[in-house]
């Protein structure tokens, strides 16, 4: 088989297991309240993720592109100036005091600044960045593997999920309304999952989530927390915020959103 042909087969398997949500999903005022409803949301869910698993091979790449390939323009998206003084202060310093906090189910709790990051093995990509709008652009990204990161801080046993916490607040520049995303640690030590803080040769710019955003490139956008503050590893998302792994999840998105 092909390499677009294999590709092609998995997005006509993940998109006809992700479709039976997407359906779904377009009655979520009436399904809402209703246990039922959600428990079939979350199996369809299961479902997608179970066909993606499936069909995609622990660590097969997201395709990548050439530099003739790069979009003249990439669209922003999400936020592109957190309402978050202290977001505020530390851009008005080029981002040099700001630090990015790894702790949770970890054996070794840190703190790396832009500096260090930037000193660790870094990964360049050209890839899609597929919206759920319906958008695309490909753009190219240099950053950090997040598998260096792990191993830097060493995982607990019981560590099963990364959560990404962000400074962008979503509800009027409420801080307890901030994005967050979470993924698993087979996204999370994927060769392209990278903590990205370069774009197209430039650093990256606050509109698209500096100083780092995550890349994951076999999701959609909506996974790549930008404006990344503070990675937590955890057992289980069941407990944070609403319980569905990220702030679009919580109002009704599938957690998994592979491509």
């Known amino acids: 088989m092909s390499h677009d042909n294999a590709i092609a087969r998995r997005r006509f398997v993940a998109g006809a297991a992700g479709a039976v949500g997407a359906g779904l999903l377009g009655g979520c005022d009436r399904l809402s309240n209703n246990a039922a409803a ?39 998206n999400g936020t592109t100036d957190p309402d978050n003084d202290d977001y505020q202060n530390l851009a008005d310093k080029d981002f040099a005091d700001w630090r990015l906090r790894v702790n949770g189910l970890v ?41 260096h990161v792990l191993r830097l801080v060493g995982l607990q046993p019981n560590a099963r999920y990364a959560v990404f916490w962000c400074a962008d607040p979503m509800e009027n520049g409420d801080p307890r309304t901030s994005y967050y995303e979470s993924i698993d640690l087979r996204d999370a030590f994927h060769p392209q999952t990278i903590l990205a803080y370069e774009m197209n040769d430039k650093p990256l710019p606050v509109p698209y989530g500096a100083p ?26 069941a407990n944070i915020r609403g319980g569905k792994g990220g702030y679009w999840e919580d109002q009704g998105y599938a957690w998994y959103a592979g491509i």
């Open 107 to 147: 054996q070794r709790p840190a703190q790396f600044s832009l500096v260090e990051l930037r000193a660790m093995p870094a990964r360049t990509q050209i890839t899609r960045h597929d919206c759920v709008e319906g958008w695309s652009c490909i753009g190219k990204w240099k950053g950090t593997q997040l598998s």
């Open 38 to 76: 959600e428990n079939v949301l979350d199996s369809a869910s299961r479902l997608s993720r179970r066909a993606q698993a499936l069909l995609a091979p622990k660590n097969v790449l997201a395709r990548e592109y050439t530099e003739a390939d790069l979009s003249p323009q990439f669209k922003a």
């Open 212 to 237: 780092i955003r995550l890349r994951v490139e076999r999701q959609l956008g909506y996974k790549m927390a930008k404006y990344v503050m503070h990675i937590e590893l955890v057992e289980s998302y």
